[in-house]
């Protein structure tokens, strides 16, 4: 190995021990080794160079197209999660499932069956806001179901052809490089199928045990300001005719339905199998997390018609907490009295006094020094109101615009749109997805100020910033080593010959993109197979799997980076379940492969 694949080892590994054991932010630590590759001194027969790469290759992995594509599905998602969209997606398919094996089940089978269609990324970014929200409504760690998202369309996408661009690149290479007929639609299925099911029930029968656990969503709820707020079943709610428990209105996380106000009687402590009737008023009480998912929610609007009397339309507003000053002119008077949205231009939607059970209507609540008003208004209010005397404290509470829900058909259009002009080769993935963005802020899905705010820069760093590592790995040839030792190890059986082929497949693209990685082993396992006078075939089929089952580090497949923050994940925690992942998919894999495929000629 030259002095510069030595270099790029021994900083990988300094890279991958940083992820490991520093609890700093992964960006920061793949920004500094990218930046360590730009500047380092490197021996070269002339003399000493500066850097292993060029600033050129450094940054490129920044103008990739799978970076771009991810920085545009952000958008795409931001449109569904506005409208509600996603919400509707994640009531059809995940349910409301008891115990974290059930919803691990419910999410990884059905997201599975998706992505052997779908591309992975977007699949992912779609299901990272619901399998969160999901997560908090279930009192479940979002820990324990981001990874197996992840690896829930990894699996499916071994299913089909079209599941993942490394499918597509290996049967483009079988095509060109090795002069065999193309691979069809389904036939890496045969491999496919088997390691999906064991790498599904691996997932649901251990996971529990080896993803981490942070504390329960239940915890984190638990908030002295308990909020009283009055919500309304409008005239053809989609809630109207249901249950209680059946409306999802039951275990809410951090809020209670404590009555129901229904043309003047009152219903108290209302079971979960009371039938809700279109103009029910229903007074909830819960913490500021769940007040926020109350009025996000398809089928009810508050109680106070206020709200539809500001200037500017609902989704052009957020909530906001403000304590109330004993020099505020609201103290001594109800709500109502106090001419709230004449004096602030906003709307009190709910109260909190102590952690006190308030009763009555919102109206008729008489504000004293203290009390805590859960507000919703102009984006600006906070800014307004920071230095008032009426107020001690205001602070806006994140991702809290109402929920557009009559533009969620157009989100969803948009959406399937997407997916079938990338899907039937209209257009390429990028293509796609820029376009659907452009359509969900022309269509007013979202707006260009919720679209930048969503779009997660730090995945995008990290992508890029890896991007740019994997091609030091390339070009300094340690990928290219690291395949032709393990290989050469493998000897004349032609059994361990498919084996070493799968496995340094599978090593090299942890530590590289997938497509580079198939790419690089690619060559040497034709002529592996030539020399040995074995079927090509099976070794191009072990790379195609290995090439996309990466579990082992959250970089060695996109979809693992992009749960990687939103798990609250270590480095660690993809080795300790995905090494296991990674021995038993390649386990399954060389066992079946030789059975659909013979290796001898």
């Not at 190995?1 to 940083?18: D, F, N, S």
Request: charged fraction near 15%; hydrophobic fraction near 50%.
């Amino acid at each position: 190995m030259t002095a510069e694949g030595i270099i790029v080892l021994a900083l990988l590994v300094l890279i991958l021990a940083l992820l490991a054991f520093v609890r700093g932010p992964s960006d920061a630590i793949f920004v500094g080794g990218l930046t360590a590759l730009l500047i380092i001194p490197v021996p070269s027969p002339g003399g000493w160079k500066i850097g292993v790469l060029s600033p050129s290759d450094a940054v490129a992995g920044f103008s990739n197209s799978g970076l771009l594509t991810v920085a545009f599905l952000f958008v795409v998602v931001a449109g569904l999660q506005e409208t509600g969209a996603i919400d509707w997606i994640a009531e059809a398919m995940l349910g409301r499932p008891a115990g974290l094996r059930r919803a691990m089940c419910r999410l990884i089978f059905p997201v599975a069956a998706i992505s052997a269609f779908l591309n992975n990324t977007p699949v992912v970014a779609m299901m990272i806001p619901a399998v969160s929200d999901w997560a908090r409504r279930l009192q479940l760690q979002p820990s324990k179901l981001m990874i197996p998202l992840s690896y829930a369309t990894i699996l499916g996408g071994t299913c089909s052809l079209i599941g993942t661009s490394t499918n597509l690149v290996v049967a483009g290479l079988v095509s060109a490089e090795a002069g065999l007929p193309g691979i069809r639609m389904f036939d890496i299925a045969w491999v496919g199928l088997p390691v999906a099911a064991a790498g599904a029930l691996f997932m649901v029968l251990l996971g529990p045990r080896l993803l981490p656990g942070t504390a329960s969503a239940a915890s984190k709820l638990r908030d002295p300001r308990e909020y009283t707020a009055e919500m309304i079943v409008p005239t053809a709610s989609s809630l109207a005719g249901k249950s209680i428990e059946g409306a999802g209105l039951r275990h809410l996380p951090g809020s209670y339905l404590i009555q129901i106000e229904r043309a003047g009687f009152i219903i108290s402590a209302p079971g979960p199998e009371q039938v809700l009737q279109e103009n029910d008023r229903l007074i909830f009480t819960g913490v500021v997390d769940s007040m926020r998912d109350l009025h996000n929610l398809r089928g009810l609007i508050p109680a106070t018609n206020q709200v539809f009397k500001l200037d500017s339309p609902r989704y052009r507003r957020q909530l906001f907490e403000a304590a109330v000053s004993d020099t505020c002119p609201l103290v001594g008077k109800s709500v109502r009295e106090g001419r709230f949205r004449n004096r602030y231009n906003a709307v009190i939607l709910a109260v909190a006094r102590n952690g006190e059970r308030l009763h009555g209507k919102i109206g008729d609540i008489v504000m004293r020094p203290g009390d805590t008003l859960l507000i919703e208004g102009n984006p600006n209010f906070a800014s307004q109101q920071r230095d008032s005397r009426d107020f001690f404290l205001v602070r806006s509470i994140e991702d809290s615009t109402p929920r557009r829900h009559d533009r969620a058909p157009a989100a969803l259009a948009i959406l399937g749109a997407m997916v079938i002009a990338a899907t039937a080769g209209w257009t390429d993935m990028l293509g796609a997805a820029m376009v659907a963005s452009c359509l969900m802020v022309l269509s007013k899905c979202c707006s260009v100020s919720d679209a930048r705010r969503r779009i997660d820069w730090p995945v995008l760093i990290v992508i890029g910033s890896a991007l740019g590592i994997g091609r030091a790995i390339e070009q300094s040839g340690v990928g290219a080593a690291v395949a032709e030792t393990v290989i050469q190890a493998a000897g004349q059986d032609p059994w361990l010959a498919l084996a070493a082929v799968y496995a340094v497949t599978m090593l090299v693209t942890e530590i590289m993109t997938n497509n580079a990685a198939v790419a690089l082993v690619f060559p040497i396992a034709l002529a592996t197979s030539q020399q040995l006078n074995l079927s090509f075939m099976p070794f191009a089929m072990a790379i195609m799997m290995a090439g996309s089952a990466s579990f082992a580090t959250p970089f060695g497949y996109q979809t693992n980076l992009m749960v990687y923050g939103p798990g609250g994940y270590r480095f660690s925690d993809y080795l300790r379940i995905g090494v296991p992942m990674n021995l038993l998919v390649g386990v399954v894999s060389v066992l079946v492969i030789p059975i659909v495929w013979p290796l001898v000629l």
